[in-house]
């Protein structure tokens, strides 16, 4: 399955044959527009102020100037609907955490293949949270070692449910999946999450973020 059409995505990269690499092999997708190139987080910014932004944004950690772990937050701010995908040479965890929590939609390797990359892409669309298949069993087990000690479910006082439903997020499942899983409506598991980010005190709008701190404090 292809993106929606018209899914009109910005590239965030300062290696200009990786950029334009990555720009041809999506303009071979009909549904895809990667209508705007930017060589850092900082231009990236400065057009999100002035211009309607994209759907989705292919981000580089390693940019000149701000990096583009920092850059999240801003761009969050800037575009609270748009859902940023690192992209990235960099396999290191700790980078891979502060991603998630810094409001990433997804973290991809740049060896991830042109159809990898459309497949990230129409994931996030539908509300799931690629990562390289490479990296997500390793950064499930080490996000635990990454933080502070475990505090046990009764803390966030979670029901059985919420606990539930971040097991299944846990797993990769998106909102519908997680619905025809528990035999429940779309708008009973988006209630159930947005209960799961008070209770967490997670302050994105991603599940990456909740399921991060599930792991890492040992509640799934």
């Known amino acids: 399955m292809s993106p929606a059409a018209n899914t009109r995505i910005w590239l965030v990269e300062d290696n200009d044959s990786y950029r334009k690499a990555v720009s041809r092999s999506l303009s071979r997708t009909n549904a895809i527009d990667c209508e705007r190139q930017c060589r850092s987080a900082e231009e990236a910014l400065a057009a999100l102020e002035t211009e309607n932004a994209p ?6 950690v390693q940019l000149p100037g701000s990096d583009g772990i920092s850059a999240l937050p801003s761009i969050r701010s800037l575009a609270p609907d748009c859902k940023p995908i690192v992209l990235t040479a960099f396999d290191d965890s700790e980078k891979i955490y502060r ?3 810094a409001g990433a939609s997804g973290y991809l390797l740049k060896s991830a293949g042109a159809d990898e990359i459309v497949a990230a892409i129409e994931e996030v669309l539908s509300g799931g949270a690629p990562m390289t298949p490479s990296l997500a069993v390793r950064v499930l087990q080490q996000f635990s070692e990454l933080l502070s000690p475990a505090k046990s479910t009764d803390d ?3 029901t059985a449910r919420e606990i ?5 997020l846990a797993d990769g499942l998106i909102k519908k999946e997680i619905a025809a899983d528990l035999n429940i409506s779309l708008h009973t598991v988006n209630t159930h999450i947005r209960s799961i980010y008070d209770k967490l005190q997670v302050n994105t709008n991603t599940n990456t973020a909740a399921v ?3 792991i890492r404090e040992d509640i799934v």
Do not use: E, G, H, W
């Open 99 to 101: 991603a998630i929590c």
């Open 55 to 60: 759907d989705v944004i292919l981000l580089d």
């Open 212 to 214: 991060a701190k599930a």
């Open 156 to 158: 966030y006082k979670l």
């Open 164 to 168: 539930d439903i971040l097991r299944l």
